[in-house]
């Protein structure tokens, strides 16, 4: 069109990018978690790692002038976070969920404490892969400005996959997770085998931060996450602790956040709150259909406390 | 008026070592110290909202005999009721400042009537004979600044379309999105406003995935009204639209982008607050006042701002700025919807209370209020 709209392809293209844009924290998280919890520990904490992960991705970026080390803070951060937790829960007669609560507080309070400085200053953003060279339209070219950490989260999907099954770490985790007690009879340290799940978990939530700061929305400021690590701990439920499932719900999850601003731009104005709330009806309604009051929930780790 | 523990006597002490500080070229004395607290909604500095406040409360502090409490973060709930007991049991806080809109009522009415001797002022509300009298609302009229940006964003368009990223369809944000309208549509008739409510005052990923959306549709500059504008700004500028700020001056955030901006003027307001109570008068219970009475001002313009541009919103400033003033709302406007909501013949004047309970957007909006 002359000019240069493109009218009702707006919302399509929008629910794309918005899949592409917004989807990464919620991947990094939910993979990090599903490690965790097949490992038979739940860390509810990762909305706080999230959140300390943003802010020290954009400190150490803005101090040092690389976002790349900036990405590797965030991910130690969220390592030592991780660690944190699964040290506490390696005490006896802890209760995972309740650390994890305690940690969530702990993390995003501690980032906002430690970040005060960082609102003003502009720190050095990740750079985009440019994958709409082949198209002249400029929402084409915007949607299609990709980060490469999407590109690893998704590449990690299948990998993940095809870890749990087929090696050796992939079925320590798995075992920790379904039975301590068959671990525990092989010769493994139970509470090593969690103490590095949650450890990775917590370094891919933190990395999941890096992304918010350092791509998009590209700054820190405290209301960075609005509660994107608590939705990606839901999401990892919603997946069957599935690492494939994950990809997809946080694709779904990414496009779901797109959808209220792009109806409203292109003029479906009424309703935008509950357009705003596509997300969260999303997962009621896949909830309430996956659900069975006849079995327990497919795919869940036995040790986990929820299923137990 | 009974200041109570503000201690009358010390504050008459302190407005003559005012006046003689201000003879003898000195800085400003009081006699003793009277303690300001100051309530934010979200943090104090979010390049925003919160900030334009805390840098009113920071001019506060540079006056001896004057301590402030701040605290951030505070809910509009009761929340805040607990944060107004603990700075007047605790600290000591004879006069407050609720900074939120949501703190009004029923909270800082219900405090004000449970502390009859303190003072609260309270930013936006909208005090009427029936609330306390130790209670105030004060407000600037930041409308006129964003009409001035609406010039500046209208001329400066190429696409005649602008954005404009709102939180809640409040009337002080409604009166914003219009204020701009018309101002653009006074000099390109053409122009229309593409409006996108995020529904809260705080959601970055909102705000981002609004701007994309707003600039896939054409629309080349862009202002807004949320607590923090750093989010849109910036994705905006790294999208190649221009913006127009708000709140206070965002032009460092994107500087080849920003060609002007609506922005408060706490810092010179509050200090005129603390004379008043010094010199005996008070504070009026409600209060308001524009450009004229700098209460808002607009950035410096930007390096993308025409000759033109500057020419028609320089000239629009000077109608505020005369003694007679300037009406944004004139008589014979409709809404979106084609319905008359100002009739012919009756200009709303910028005091007129009637435009603070605003629920409609101009004719050139293209959006909607639920």
Known sequence: MADGSIGLWTVPLAVLGGAIRVSTPFLFVSLGECITERS???????????????????????????????????????????????????????????????????????????????????????????????????????????????????????????????????????TAGESADAARAMGHSVLLIRLRATMVGGFLAGIGGSFLSLFYPGSWNEGLSSGQGITAVALVIFARWDPLLCLWASLAFGG??????????VGVTSGYHLFNAAPYILTLAIMIITCSPKRTLTGAPAELSITR | ?????????HLLQGGAALTLGAAAGLRPAFAAETTIGFIYVGSRDDYGYNQAHAQGAAALKKIPGLKVVEEEKVPETDAVEKTIESMINLDGATLLFPTSFGYYNPHMIKMA??????????????????????????????????????????LTSKSSKLGFVAAKPIPQVLRNINAFTLGAKSVNPKATTQVIFTGDWSMPVKEAEATNSLIDQGVDVLTCHVDGPKTMVENAARRGAFVCGYHTN???????????????????????????????????NFYRGGLKEEIVKTSPYGEAVSAEARKAADEAKAKFLSAEGYAIFKGGLLDNKGKTVIPAGTDRGQKDPELEKMDYLVEGVIGATS
């Open chain 2, 250 to 284: 965002q032009s460092a955030l994107a500087p080849k982008a920003y060609l002007t901006g609506a922005e408060w003027n706490w810092e010179a307001l509050y200090p005129k607050f603390v004379k008043m109570i010094a010199s005996g008068e008070g504070i009026p």
């Open chain 2, 113 to 154: 009537n449970k502390y009859p001797k303190l003072r609260f002022e309270h930013c936006g509300g909208l005090w009427s004979d029936k609330d306390p009298k130790n209670a105030g609302s004060y407000f600037g009229y930041i409308d006129e600044a964003q009409y001035i940006s609406g010039i500046v964003a209208g």
């Open chain 1, 256 to 265: 779901a956040a797109a959808l209220g601003p792009a109806l409203q731009s």
């Open chain 1, 40 to 174: 038979g520990r739940i860390n509810l904490g990762l909305e706080g790692t999230l959140v300390m992960g943003a802010m020290s991705a954009y400190g150490i970026s803005y101090l040092t002038g690389s976002p790349w080390l900036g990405v590797l803070a965030a991910g130690i951060t969220g390592a030592l976070l991780g660690a944190l937790h699964a040290g506490i829960c390696s005490l006896p007669r802890v209760n995972d969920v309740a650390v994890g609560i305690a940690l969530m507080l702990f993390g995003t309070g501690l980032a906002f404490y430690l970040g005060k400085p960082l609102i003003e200053p502009t720190a050095p953003r990740l750079p985009a892969i440019d994958f709409g060279w082949w198209s002249d339209i400029p929402q084409v070219r915007a949607a299609l400005r990709i980060n490469v950490l999407f590109l690893i989260g998704v590449a990690l999907a299948p990998i993940l996959y095809w870890a749990f099954r087929t090696t050796r770490w992939g079925l320590l985790i798995r």
């Open chain 2, 1 to 9: 008026m009974d200041f109570g523990r503000i201690s009358r006597r």
